[in-house]
């Protein structure tokens, strides 16, 4: 087996925890030379080390976290703990609530948190059901004289309008849907941008000024009551938190849009690609969720929602999330050193045989089957 122990493996809290398996070295040589994708490298440490293990891509290591308790202590039980640092992706969304750490994510995550409840997102029905009309529309056309188009151009533009209508209250128009094209710009090149954070800032400043223009307009019109034929948006309620709240300032309400407009429409449009993929694929599935009850019944609901969670768990939005140890600890009974890096791999989890009987079959009836 390639595991490496002794005075080469990774730090660890002396009574703290047993040290943390890392693959040998040879594992790592062996898939760089077969130049093969970082997923197949994570599959691999997993699968020969178990839900916490450690690899090294350079000379510190890093963790990978797969174990869903793990997961769930690193995500949910200590964040504090575990904090995301990138430079690189602040400079895009600055302070939003991905960003943000600690008791700062706190507050932010339970202001908006309020937005996306059950009822918080029946406020916003009117307005995503618009952009699908609209949207469906436009493939009329398309069929009508057999164009073909991009899937997935069409999800990022669909689901770019229903953010946009539901933070302004207004319907996406094409001169700002083109301003906008600036945050998937900033977005692709985060992960190639210099190290240093003055250069990095550099490398994108034109299109960072198009999205604070875009963002500055979008407030100072919330701000001045203009509310759009959808009514008041999830932009007003960020303005009207800075009336009582004065953390709120302008840099993070701009911070907290653009984090918006940019997670909420990319995961979106993502998850959106893979199930049209996915139903192309099995025929089967989309019968199933059209044969389950009437059109708007709880069965329907229900079966479209477990379609989405099925494509969720074969291709999560977010198929890794970095963190880093920011205090030791002790992680499933392992221990984690301060400083450590560590890749929490949603991907894998989903894809964990032990957790999904035949992981590899899409099956949306894992979701409605008690």
Known sequence: ??????????????????????????????????????????????????????????????????????????????????????????????????????????????????????????????????????????????????????????????????????????PLDDATQHELEAVETVGAALPTLPADADEARDAVAADLARIDAVARHAIAAARGGTAGPHGPGLLHVLTDAATERPEYTDRLIRDEFVTLLAAGHETTATTLTWLHLLLDRHPEAREQALAAGVEGSAERRQAIQALVHETLRFYPSAWILPRHATEDDTLAGYSIKAGTDLLVCPYLTHRDPELWPDPERFDPRRFTTP
């Not at 809290?13 to 898939?31: D, M, Q």
């Open 1 to 170: 087996m390639d595991t490496q122990a002794g005075p080469g493996a990774l730090p660890h809290v002396p009574g703290a925890g047993r040290p943390v398996p890392e693959a040998e070295p040879g594992l790592v040589e062996r898939w760089r030379s077969g130049g093969g994708e970082l997923v197949a490298l994570l599959t691999q440490v997993r699968e020969r080390l178990g839900g916490v293990a450690a690899f090294r891509l350079g000379p510190a290591p890093t963790v990978l976290v797969t174990d869903p308790t793990a997961v769930q202590h690193v995500l949910a039980r200590q964040p504090e703990r575990y904090v995301k640092r990138s430079h690189r992706a602040r400079l895009l969304i600055g302070d939003g609530v991905l960003a943000a750490n600690g008791t700062a994510w706190k507050r932010q995550r339970r202001l908006l948190q309020s937005q996306f409840t059950g009822t918080g997102m029946r406020r916003y029905e009117q307005r995503i059901t618009a952009a699908a009309r609209t949207t469906a529309e436009r493939w009329d056309g398309y069929a009508r004289t057999g164009q073909t188009f991009d899937v997935g151009q069409e999800m990022r533009r669909f689901a770019l309008d229903t953010i946009w209508r539901s933070l302004t209250g207004h």
